[in-house]
């Protein structure tokens, strides 16, 4: 059985956690207004981030890394492509 996690930690987790958050939500925002949805309309940048964050919050539950867009991930997934984000 494995012991229920040090919840005393979480303040000194968060000056970690809060930097990791900001970036990954400022490359979300730097890559969802350079690329259009597939029918050539804008995507929701409030959209966006709320979806980040049901995903990092997900991600958490299951010890997986923080979830972010990325200008080169998103280039290559075009380039081969995708047709949703």
């Known amino acids: 059985m ?3 996690p040090d919840l005393s930690a979480a303040p ?3 000056w970690g956690a809060v ?6 939500l400022a490359q979300a925002a730097g890559i ?5 949805d597939p ?3 804008r ?3 409030n959209g966006d981030f709320r979806s980040q964050g049901y995903a990092n919050l997900a ?4 010890q997986a ?17 995708a047709r949703t984000r």
Do not use: E, K, N, Q
């Open 2 to 4: 494995t012991a229920a």
């Open 12 to 14: 000194h987790l968060l």
């Open 19 to 24: 930097p990791v958050a900001l970036a990954a």
């Open 32 to 36: 969802t207004p350079s690329l259009p």
């Open 39 to 41: 029918d050539g309309t």
């Open 43 to 45: 995507s929701d940048i």
């Open 59 to 62: 991600d958490g539950l299951f």
């Open 65 to 81: 890394l923080p979830s972010g867009g990325s200008t080169s991930r998103t280039g290559v997934a075009v380039s081969a492509g």
